[in-house]
């Protein structure tokens, strides 16, 4: 453990004396060995500083892995909406607990129909996060992981986990901004993710045809379609169970 400091007490007069810009003094303290003042030059102590950051930031492992955007997640169905690329960075954002389980499909238009209703029966009694899928009339991919399923509530649910993306031509996901808790809610009339300022990160209509991206605070996003309002043309939602 060490501390610098700018000055230094002179053993003469025992006034505070300026050390020069290039120098810094520092102050070791250990449990087994006496302590001691050691005076370095600035740069030598920048050279310290930059191998203690480099050594703890290998052994913190991140809850996010860039190296996982090389890991091609398994898919139980085929998606209409999602490339080999899109299915790689979407991977890379999910949290650690998703990673290394298949993707199984929970519902889709093409498969399901439009309807609100239909997507929260389809995960009734599920417990595993879920990742939302759009594609606008506009040929735009973006959407929502939420990690918690959706369903009827009268208050916000769900954890900082939760994040929007967008992409088409470029990736960009969305994470928690910390600013409230306005994760996910749902009524039989629409589903909204995000919001408090006015507008919602992404909202659905009952029959998941209409929608809407509005910058919000919960996660500082801009409007992930192509305009704010937006037509649905295709819609999947994947969960991932370990």
Request: glycine residues 8%; aromatic residues 12%.
């Amino acid at each position: 453990m060490w501390y610098c400091g700018v000055s230094l007490l002179t053993e003469k007069s025992g006034a505070m004396k300026l050390l020069p810009k290039n120098i810094k003094v520092l102050y070791f303290a250990r449990d087994c060995v006496e302590p001691y003042v050691q005076i370095v030059k600035v740069q030598e102590a920048k050279r310290r500083l930059s191998l203690c950051s480099s050594d703890d930031s290998e052994a913190e492992e991140p809850e996010y892995q860039e190296e996982d955007e090389d890991i091609l997640p398994v898919l139980g169905d085929h998606s209409q909406l999602l490339d080999d690329h899109q299915l790689k960075r979407l991977a890379a954002q999910m949290p650690a607990r998703t990673q290394g389980y298949p993707w199984q499909l929970v519902y889709s238009t093409a498969i399901h129909g439009s309807s609100l209703k239909t997507l929260y029966r389809n995960m009734a009694g599920l417990d595993s996060p879920v990742l939302l899928v759009i594609k606008d009339m506009q040929q735009k991919v973006f959407g929502a992981f939420s990690s918690d399923p959706f369903k009827v509530s009268k208050y916000s649910y769900g954890t900082g986990e939760t994040f929007l993306f967008s992409s088409n031509p470029e990736f960009q996901a969305y994470r928690w901004s910390g600013e409230n808790s306005y994760f996910v809610s749902g009524n039989l009339e629409s589903l909204q993710i995000g919001g408090g300022g006015g507008g919602f990160g992404l909202w659905l209509d009952a029959d998941l045809y209409h929608g809407s991206s509005f910058s919000c605070p919960t996660f500082h996003n801009v409007s992930l379609s192509s305009q704010e309002d937006f037509i649905v043309q295709d819609l999947e939602v994947w969960t991932v169970q370990n």
